[in-house]
């Protein structure tokens, strides 16, 4: 994977998730390309699939979906604007949670629903092997070998390549990393967001998000944050975020998106959106080289 100049997310530097999958650090989260709600088609059918095929003419080639996006919308709508796929592009997608209606979201880690949620992702994707297939959430109800060892096997029948955990803590990833290699983490993480455990449903064990990426960083696991562009009062116009914004000429976000990729080379930020316009914004938060100076002051904000 080269680094050309060509390439607008080249800037954002790589990683090689479990040691084989190479990617731009930026990636895109496919959850706003459904309906309100997270919830049934998207409002324009025609600009959610421009978006993924903008994404990857920017040279994204990291992707994070889930079957509960829809649910199973999003998942549908990768297929259809980018199969066949190009062989450099990983497609990251995750299972373990059921959606009784918009806006809300159950986890179900019995194992039959877990098999059946990868053959259904499988399906729809049209892949033969998922490349990241992560537990959406740890389910509480459920034994976690019993969860953790379904994604073993699945990975063993060779249906997924690499295994991903999402809102956890590190003693839940050291657990989990006992029954099956663990190459990710996906937490909710951001500028305001990282110092505490944030309000998230399906938390079994909150635990500062700070404390989880550096915990990644040890191991050489990827952390991909979600929720990343956040920045609450550090966005108001005195806000830290918004003065760095105003001198430089660039959006909030793109601000809030150049200290993520500064902050870790185990970053991996997927900001997700339903507009073409929103994403070159976004992409361009890669082109952005933050002063030592700035980055200090960010995290002082």
Known sequence: ????????????????????????????????LTGKGIWGEPRDH?????????????GINLIDTADSYGPAVSERLIAEALYPYPPELVIATKGGLERPGPDQWTPNGRPEHLRAACEGSLRRLKLERIDLYQL????????FDDQLGTLRD?????????????????????????????VSVQNRYNLVERHAAPPSAGVTHP???ELVLEHCEREGIAF?????????DLAKPRGPVARVATRLR??????????????SPVMLPIPGTSSVKHLEENVGGALLELSDQDFRDLNRG
Do not use: C, N
Not at 162 to 169: A, D
Not at 224 to 232: K, M, N, R, T
Not at 250 to 263: D, E, I, N, S
């Open 250 to 263: 660039v959006t909030p976000a793109q601000v809030a998106l150049a200290w993520l990729l500064k902050r």
């Open 136 to 143: 959406h959430r740890i389910d509480p109800a459920v034994p």
């Open 224 to 232: 991909i944050p979600w929720f990343p562009l956040f920045a609450g």
């Open 46 to 58: 025609g600009e959610a699939i421009a978006v993924l095929r903008r994404a990857l003419e920017l």
């Open 1 to 32: 994977m080269t680094q050309s100049v060509d390439i607008p997310v080249a800037h954002s530097g790589s990683f090689v998730l479990g040691g084989d999958r190479p990617v731009y650090r930026l990636g895109f989260g496919a959850m706003r």
């Open 154 to 182: 699945l990975q063993q029948q060779g249906k997924i390549r690499h295994v991903g955990l999402s809102e956890v803590s590190v003693a839940d990833i050291e657990r989990a990393r006992m029954l099956v290699p663990i």
């Open 207 to 209: 635990q500062p998000p």
